[in-house]
C-alpha cells in the first residue's frame, strides 16, 4: 500500500519561498502520476500542480512560481514555491494515481498524504 508523508511547510513572508517534500513507502513511484493539492479554509481542495514520467501541469494560479520535480530513485516527489503570496497559505497535500497521466481533479487519486501547513503572512 502506497503511503504518502509531505514535509517542509512553515511560515514565511509575502514573496519568500519554500520547497515542500512528499516521501513515498511501500511502493515505487515511478509508475503514478503525483499531484500536489492545497485546501484553505472554508474552500474546496484545488490542484495545484503535477508531475509524471513525461510532462508536468500547473494551475493558473501558480504557473510561473511553484515548480514540481520528482525524483525517482529516492521516492520523493517536490514542490519549489516562489514569489509566495497570502493567498498561497493553505494545506498542502500530496497524492498518487497509479497512472501514466497527469491531471489536477481531487476524484482522480486515490492515494493522500496528512498534509503540511504553508500560512505565507507578514
Known amino acids: 500500500q502506497l503511503q504518502l508523508v509531505e514535509s517542509g511547510g512553515g511560515l514565511v513572508q509575502p514573496g519568500g519561498s519554500l520547497s515542500l517534500s512528499c516521501a513515498a513507502s511501500?511502493?515505487?513511484?515511478?509508475?503514478?502520476?503525483i499531484a500536489w493539492f492545497r485546501q484553505a479554509p472554508g474552500k474546496e481542495r484545488e490542484g495545484v500542480s503535477c508531475i509524471s514520467s513525461s510532462s508536468t501541469n500547473y494551475a493558473d494560479s501558480v504557473k510561473g512560481r511553484f515548480t514540481i520535480s520528482r525524483d525517482n530513485a529516492k521516492n520523493m516527489v517536490y514542490l519549489q514555491m516562489n514569489s509566495l503570496k497570502p493567498e498561497d497559505t493553505a494545506v498542502y497535500y500530496c497524492?498518487?494515481?497509479?497512472?501514466?497521466?497527469?491531471?489536477?481533479?481531487?476524484?482522480?487519486?486515490?492515494?493522500w498524504g496528512q498534509g503540511t501547513q504553508v500560512t505565507v503572512s507578514s
Open positions: 497524492a498518487a494515481r497509479p497512472s501514466w497521466l497527469c491531471v489536477l481533479y481531487r476524484t482522480a487519486y486515490a492515494y
Open positions: 511501500g511502493s515505487t513511484l515511478n509508475t503514478y502520476a
